[in-house]
């Protein structure tokens, strides 16, 4: 176990209503301008946005209308974000939506405080913001944990990079599953399987030595599994999606990293691809997942074994150590193909094979990964990725 300091600023609010409790308690904390921050429109639609402007207005609060965050969402919508906030004197960001629409309003919270360009700051200088408009997520697709942590991962256009960038938490998480069951299934399924994801990245970090938070990972890999196949067999399961939405938080809060160095190879390598194609995040990860741990399992035989029989219920006997590894690997792809999700990057329906070499050629490398892969690796994975 590395040495660890734990402590968490966000308070959630889970459940029905959790924005009839949460919003009336914490807006009274804040000043009197609430910039409303959302996406293209999934909100008006399924009545959440004239909820939430209902609360805000009832606590006599006055809206900031900020609209049209994408998916992905970019540096330049941060910086429209920011003079907004800036323009308007805003006192206080709600994020409601999924992790873009997160993601956005943790810079935006950033960059409205200071002159300095944040990409800048942290990219160029090193350096890292420490003050910020104080913010609010409510959640409406659930999987990134987006919610729980202060990482954004926002794609700067102009530099071709879709990166980590350090920025607000969250004061107060609102998570009601009702909120998110107007997701159509290829985003429910691609957000838990980013949950999925966060989990593997982390239990596959170092030092290999199991710890509690690897046993309480395994716990959270099942639970997300198992809550996966319910909502393929009935999307409006409204308890598995309530399941599914806490273990999303559960892969973002810090908890399972406890003691560790994560390993997130995969999600590097993703963040790349999006940044050249705009691709689905949980849809690119599915595909490269199984091909990065087959490059990767003989480095740490021993816990690609256990993740084996401890995730997927893999009998060890007869099998030695390797044996039970490679079928953990199988277990996942088998289950990638189960829910129905992409296997390859052209079953995503990319056709540029030209954008492989710029991914391996720019994403990071991480620390944590067993195996320090070399670019022209990474170029391979992505090849059998095709
Ligand atoms: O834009 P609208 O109209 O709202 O539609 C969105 C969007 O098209 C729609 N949606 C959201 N809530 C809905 C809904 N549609 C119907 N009903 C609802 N209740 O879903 C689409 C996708 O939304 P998005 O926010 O992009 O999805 P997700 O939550 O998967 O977020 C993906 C982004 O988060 C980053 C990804 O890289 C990607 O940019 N990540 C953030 C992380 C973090 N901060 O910790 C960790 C992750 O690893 C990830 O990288
Ligand atoms: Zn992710």
């Given amino acids: ?7 968490y600023p966000t308070k959630v609010y889970f459940g029905e ?7 009336p308690a914490e807006l009274a904390k804040t000043g009197k301008k609430v910039m409303l921050a959302y996406g293209g429109g999934s909100v008006k639609r399924s009545g959440v946005y004239d909820e939430i402007c209902g609360y805000l207005k009832e606590a006599g609060k006055e809206i900031v209308d900020f609209p049209g965050i994408m998916p992905n969402p970019t540096y330049k919508k941060v910086q429209e974000g920011a003079a907004l906030a800036r323009e308007q004197g805003v006192d206080f960001i709600l994020a409601v939506g999924g992790g873009s629409v997160i993601d956005c309003c943790k810079i935006i919270a950033a960059q409205a405080v200071t002159d300095q360009d944040i990409w800048e700051m942290e990219f160029k200088n090193h350096v890292f913001p420490t003050s910020y408009l104080p913010m609010g997520a409510v959640v409406t697709a659930s999987g990134t944990g987006a919610e729980m942590n202060n990482g954004a991962v926002i794609t700067n256009e102009e530099t071709e990079e879709k990166t980590g960038v350090l920025g607000a938490y969250a004061a107060f998480a609102v998570l009601d599953p009702a909120y998110t069951m107007s997701l159509p299934e290829k985003q429910v399924i691609s957000g838990a399987f980013d ?20 046993e309480i990972g395994e716990a959270v890999m099942r639970w997300t599994i198992r ?8 999307l409006q399961d409204k308890n598995a999606r309530s399941e599914l939405m806490w273990a999303s938080a559960m892969g973002e809060n810090g908890i399972l990293k406890i003691g560790k160095v994560t390993d997130f190879q995969a999600h590097q390598i993703e963040h790349q691809l999006g940044a050249f194609t705009n691709c689905n995040h949980g849809q690119g990860l599915a595909v490269i997942h199984p091909v990065l741990y087959r490059h990767l399992y003989k480095e740490n035989v021993g816990q690609f074994a256990r993740f084996a029989r401890e995730v997927w219920g893999i009998p060890a ?3 030695t150590e390797e044996e039970q590894a490679e079928a953990g690997i199988r277990a996942l792809a088998d289950f990638i193909r189960e829910i129905g999700m992409p296997t390859s990057f052209t079953e995503m329906g990319l056709t540029d094979k030209s954008v492989l070499k710029k991914v391996a050629d720019t994403c990071n490398i991480t620390a944590g990964c067993c195996k320090k892969l070399s670019r022209d690796e990474i170029l391979q994975i992505l090849e059998e990725c095709w």
């Fill in 195 to 214: 949950t999925l994801s966060h989990c593997m990245e982390t239990y596959f970090g170092s030092p290999r030595d199991i710890n509690l938070s690897d």
């Fill in 17 to 23: 209503k959790a924005a009839a409790k949460a919003l």
């Fill in 317 to 319: 006997e007869g099998k």
């Fill in 1 to 7: 176990m590395k040495d660890f300091v734990y402590s």
């Fill in 227 to 234: 809550n996966i196949r319910l909502v393929k067999q009935d």
